[in-house]
């Protein structure tokens, strides 16, 4: 991997000194452009903000995709009505949606947040709904079979088995969470990265642009790569079951 | 009710969503500190009768009795051991071991304590820290029976608890649950589908009909127990056993 970074660092680099393009400033530059963006103020603000949405967005996609999906799983009915919607939301272009949300919960930061969720929570609900199906039935049933209570099944047996799945679907709910942030505050135009975003391609300030591309990036990466420290850690069972 | 029995089926039937009719009129008495087995051609509804028994599956007509009291679902008094283990993956062998006690609220220090003696006792001490992916066939099922012992269960229902093990392992864990049973007062009830252990283990063995399974006739082998296990498989009532359950059950197969 970090073979296949340095190619391509190595071929941005020259693309840039080639100056192909005002677009495409050399990867070198960027990083110095970076580091002259990361102690500003304007800059601290934006990601304070930026993480703010973030955090309480992922909170609320988690407490309430994890239920969801727990629940379709397990009650036919609720799996069958809204397994469609779910599926249909998961795969449509969210962002198209923005502009709506700001007629409803106006300009601010509220609309990045409910972004936020509606670009996360459906991944969550999917494959925890996944997890808790494939769940092995036999424990449930040796799990009954020692006077389990419905409580000790779903907290001893069925979210533990289903860890591997839940633990995919957070990640790539973080992900897609990271896109909502951007994307919702881009379209609000008015904070946090998105306001940056806007001013830097305004201005036509491209290595600082970049820079903040490259920030954003790194950023859905450390996340990514921290869930994916837990899903290594559960996988040896996943293996096993 | 009958004297001494502990478990007592009346008029069970089952028929599953789809209209297969696993199981019809089934009457049957098991007596207490008895191992009886459940033996039949695959698809007489074995498996479905235990966990009936086990309180697992709901019958369509009839009642199952336990120390003379209709029961409606699982209960303290009947630990199961499954065909496939149903180890939990995440767990290690003392955890697995004390799960039942665990369900039950019993502190972690002495359901622990509870679990290492049991553990010990199927021989699998040394191994409390290991997890089921490190364990072979027999060994987990070991861990399975052992958690069975830990809740203190007068019943044991064992569901073809020897068929995904090798054939050594089986005869030796056959002959080490016999030793293990004769010390103490259970009742067990063991479904399999093979003759030669159902006559080898047997107070009693039950044979099925196929599909829908019925009682077609219970065999009582006269075998002296305190024999050692290669003596009685040389027994001659062993072996009328394994011979008359035959002669019954080769008329079902196909």
């Not at chain 2, 030796?172 to 093979?194: A, G, N, Y």
Request: hydrophobic share 50%; net charge neutral.
């Amino acid at each position: 991997m970090v073979f296949s970074l340095a190619i391509w660092a190595l071929a941005w680099e020259l693309a840039g000194r080639a100056e192909l393009s005002v677009i495409v400033p050399s990867l070198s530059r960027i990083v110095v452009a970076a580091m002259t963006v990361l102690p500003t103020e304007k800059f601290a603000a934006a990601a304070l903000i930026s993480l703010r949405s973030f955090a309480i967005g992922m909170a609320f996609a988690l407490a309430i995709g994890i239920p969801l999906g727990v629940l379709m799983a397990r009650v036919r009915g609720v799996g069958r009505i809204l397994g469609m919607w779910v599926n249909i939301f998961i795969s449509a272009p969210i962002s198209a949606l923005v502009p709506i949300l700001m007629a409803v919960v106006g300009i601010g930061e509220t609309t990045v947040v409910v972004t936020v969720v509606l670009f996360a929570v459906f991944v969550i609900v999917l494959d925890t709904q996944i997890g808790i199906v494939h769940a092995d039935r036999s424990l449930v049933e040796m799990a009954r079979s020692f006077g389990a209570r419905p409580y000790q099944i779903y907290a001893k047996v069925l979210i533990l088995s289903a860890l591997p799945e839940i633990l995919a679907g957070i990640r790539l709910g973080a992900i897609r969470g990271v896109k909502g942030v951007v994307i919702g505050q881009l379209l609000v135009s008015i904070i946090g990265v998105g306001e940056l975003f806007e001013l830097y391609s305004q201005h036509f300030l491209m290595e600082e642009f970049w820079a903040l591309v490259l920030i954003v990036f790194l950023f859905a990466f450390a996340v990514s790569e921290t869930i994916a420290v837990f899903e290594r850690r559960v996988e040896y069972y996943a293996a096993t079951r | 009710m009958h004297d001494d029995a502990i478990v007592e089926v009346k008029g069970i039937g089952k028929t599953y969503d789809g209209g297969v009719e696993a199981l019809r009129d089934v009457a049957l008495i098991f007596p207490s500190g008895q191992l009886s087995t459940l033996l039949g051609p695959s698809g007489c509804g074995k498996t479905t009768l235990l966990k009936i028994i086990a309180g697992l599956i709901v019958p369509n007509a009839g009642e199952v009795w336990i120390k003379g009291k209709k029961v409606h679902g699982p209960g303290p008094e009947r630990a199961f051991v499954f065909q496939d283990f149903a180890l939990l993956p995440w767990a290690n062998v003392l955890r697995n071991v004390a799960f039942g006690l665990e369900l039950q609220g019993v502190s972690r220090e002495r359901r622990e304590e509870i679990a290492r003696r049991h553990i010990a006792e199927v021989g699998l001490g040394g191994f409390e820290s290991s997890y089921p992916n490190q364990l072979s066939g027999g060994m987990k099922q070991r861990v399975g029976l052992a958690r069975a012992l830990t809740v203190d269960a007068d019943i044991i229902l064992m569901d073809e608890p020897f068929s995904s093990v090798d054939e050594q392992t089986r005869r030796k864990f056959q002959e080490e649950l016999l030793d293990l049973l004769r010390h103490r007062q259970k009742t067990v009830i063991v479904v399999t589908h093979s003759i030669e252990e159902a006559a080898y283990l047997s107070d009693q063995i039950v044979l099925l009909t196929p599909r829908p399974g019925t009682v077609s006739r219970i065999i009582r082998p006269a075998i002296e127990r305190s024999k050692g296990p290669d003596e009685i498989r040389r027994d001659q009532n062993y072996l009328d056993a394994v011979d008359e359950i035959w002669q019954i059950l080769k008329q079902y197969v196909v």
